[in-house]
């Protein structure tokens, strides 16, 4: 498959590691992107510049789409110089957004009235797998068009869930996202509580690894812990919005999700708090106010017997 063309759409954190191991894996890809800056790195590592969304689809047999979230996709697809102005009949559109499974199946719909098929893959995991290529995908669609696309999601990734129909990976995202963040919130409560109460972090954190208390963003994200670095990765105004779209989707079908609400009302006062573009983690810092203490490793190396 390798020279087939791709059209890729946002190389922000995630798409700029994606797009380069899309290069790697010998597509050739256009790229498009509202920040010229990042643009221009991924020109220098052999992609071309597109100068729309439009134009890096057009005659692509493949378009990968990663931006932030529900609106972005309705105009990369529909918007003035979008996708379906000139996507070619039988190309293959891959949403790599969080979205919610509505606003999916809609643009699927949309884009199947102009002949274009589409693959429902949000991304799993991290910006560094995003970079090292083991990013996982839950994908909805076509089994067919998911098997035409299988080399180069794997050139992105490790994994594939193979979910169903268009709308069940953006399910599977969301209840991803909205678990995590909900186990972040509350794992910075407790070690919050821990460090008032006279505890040291280095040992709560060894005692939790050891029971069902163990929660993975310690050892996963440990700059925060370890640095007091709150920079992105995951940043707080893309938590706020995949919760805020989860709790949207469970509404839309009738489930209760009230500790997944308390998480979302965290994440809605950090981003208040001017924390937006900086790491979901920095929860941490309303919790550490209200409590008045800073919670930080005292050895600056977290689960140190644990980790790599």
Known sequence: MAGKKVGFIGVGIMGAGMVRNVLKGGFDVKVFDMNSEAVAEIVKEGATAATSAADA????????????????????????????????EGAIVIQHATIDPTTMRSVAEGLAEKGIRTLDAPLLRTSTHAASGTLGFPVGGEKADLEETRELLMCCGDTIYETGEVGTGSALKLVNNMLNITILCAACEAVTLGVKSGLKLDMMLEAFYHTPARARHFEMIPGTWEERDFSPGFMTLLGHKDIRLAIQHAASVSVPVNVSSAAYSLMAMTEGQGFGRDSFTSVLKLLEAAAGVEVKSESGKILAEHRE
């Open 57 to 88: 689809a057009d005659g692509a047999d493949f378009i990968q789409v990663v931006v932030p979230g529900p609106r972005e996709v309705e105009a990369v697809a529909f918007g003035p110089d979008g996708v379906a102005e000139t996507a070619r």
